[in-house]
């Protein structure tokens, strides 16, 4: 077997060893270490175990990390989400339907100042689940409306995901988070039609709340203020070159303190909990980290991703045509791995054949981010729909799945929108960089 070969049963091992349970960092961890002894001996494993775990963290760059996990996790406990929700569903929860978009708005918002899928859909659930129940929705739209927008927490910067991306490949971790902003609300758009879409057929899955007065609607506007500050404090401050990623990390990070110390949630007990909850992602994702470094080194010494260029080169594809096994590819990997582990998984795999083939990075990383995102509610591993099963108690995973085919659809068309009109990416890093 040559090294590509071998190269090639690596990730399928790995692959394997994932699907059979064991923790992402370890099977990257053990099918590189193993891959490389056999290429390059005892001496060559000893050199990386002694070297890239060190130096796959070390990097200045990566402290931008936990500081945006940290953000996210003080926003949670600053009970942001409930503001969110109360002033959109003031203005459209009357309307039929109106709750579930309130939900998809909730999520955008929140995502914007979380970056985390997963605790979006758990914060914003425990929030919108109760209401939606209340108004006589249909349980598979509720539950599918959280999943589906709990995906939006993953693109629209802050990103871990497009931090990690950016990392990988090189990329300006900044032009990376203006990119995703046209995309991310595109997204929920999208999202906002297909439900309104459903509802227009089905009247019966989502009856009309109650209109909200403008007294009340003002009042809630005046409870959002400080989201919209701190999102333009980092997002903006990183558009107009105020603060570097890092930076803005770090003033977000504080900032998200700041609002979770006034808005009197922040007690001893949650304060511990949110340190050891931001230390626990940050440990979690750096031991993913190290594992990737390690199967990264396997695989570059195989020569594998020199072999699928040489492939394609041979093969006469086409750039859209290579794009469009690209996303199949990933579209079924969504199916049985979470999208960060996904994307450590392939990115250093697929990154040179992207570059072969002049894609921009940036669009790449836009693309293989949302991507990801359609795997969050995938069945049957789909991470948000175990989690919105959790925040609802006594529902079903089929009663969630059985609602969430209108938002994949809704992805599908976004991916197409995004290949076939790579300017709705690359227009704003275009003006600010």
């Known amino acids: 077997m040559g090294d590509a070969g071998l190269g090639l049963l690596g990730f399928v091992a790995a692959l394997g060893l994932i699907a059979l349970?064991?923790?992402v960092a370890v099977s990257m961890g053990v099918i590189g270490t193993l891959g490389y002894w056999y290429l390059n001996g005892?001496?060559?494993?000893a050199y990386i175990l002694g070297s890239s775990p060190f130096e796959s963290i070390f990097p200045y760059s990566f402290s931008v990390i936990p500081l945006f996990v940290m953000m996210g996790v003080f926003a949670s406990h600053a009970g942001l989400s409930r503001s969110l929700f109360d002033v959109i569903n003031s203005f459209i929860g009357h309307r039929r339907g109106g709750l579930a978009v309130t939900t998809v708005g909730a999520s955008a918002l929140f995502g914007a100042i979380c970056g985390s899928s997963l605790a979006t859909v758990a914060t914003i659930g425990r929030v919108a689940l109760p209401e939606m129940k209340r108004h006589g929705y249909d349980e598979s739209l509720s539950t599918a409306t959280v999943a589906a927008g709990g995906t939006l927490g993953v693109l629209i910067p802050p990103s871990v995901l497009l931090v990690i991306y950016g990392l990988l490949t090189q990329s300006s971790i900044g032009q990376l988070f203006i990119a995703a902003l046209i995309p991310g609300v595109l997204g929920a758009l999208l999202y906002a039609a297909a439900i309104m879409v459903r509802v227009h057929f089905r009247p019966d899955l989502a009856p009309a709340a109650e209109r909200t007065g403008w007294g009340d609607r003002i009042r809630y506007l005046g409870q959002?203020?400080?989201v919209v500050a701190l999102f333009a404090l980092v997002i903006g401050g990183i558009?107009?070159?105020f603060f570097s990623p890092t930076e803005a990390a770090a003033v977000g990070a504080?900032?998200?303190?700041?609002?979770a110390v006034?808005?009197?949630?922040?007690t001893r007990d949650a304060?511990?909990?949110s340190v050891f909850e931001t230390a626990g992602l940050t440990g979690m994702i750096f031991f993913i980290l190290i594992g990737a470094s390690l199967f990264n080194f396997f695989l570059e010494n195989t020569g594998l991703p020199q072999l699928l260029i040489d492939q394609?080169?041979?093969?006469?594809?086409?750039?859209?045509?290579v794009m469009v096994l690209i996303l199949l590819f990933y579209i079924v990997l969504g199916c049985f791995m979470d999208s960060m582990s996904m994307i450590l998984l392939t990115v250093p795999l697929l990154a040179p054949v992207a570059m072969e083939l002049d894609f921009d990075l940036i669009w790449f990383g836009i693309i293989v981010v949302t991507v990801a995102e359609i795997g969050l509610i995938t069945p049957p591993i789909g991470m948000n729909l175990f989690v919105v099963q959790a925040a609802a108690p006594g529902t079903s995973l089929s009663t969630v799945v059985k609602g969430i085919l209108p938002f994949i659809l809704a992805d599908i068309l976004r991916l197409i929108l995004l290949v076939a009109f790579p300017a709705i990416v690359l227009w704003l890093p275009g003006l600010a960089f």
């Open 254 to 259: 504080v900032g998200a303190f700041v609002l």
């Open 42 to 45: 005892w001496m060559g494993v």
């Open 262 to 266: 006034f808005s009197g949630e922040l």
């Open 239 to 241: 558009y107009l070159g």
């Open 224 to 226: 959002v203020w400080q």
């Open 312 to 321: 394609i080169r041979s093969a006469g594809l086409g750039p859209t045509m």
């Open 271 to 273: 304060l511990r909990a």
């Open 21 to 23: 349970g064991v923790p």
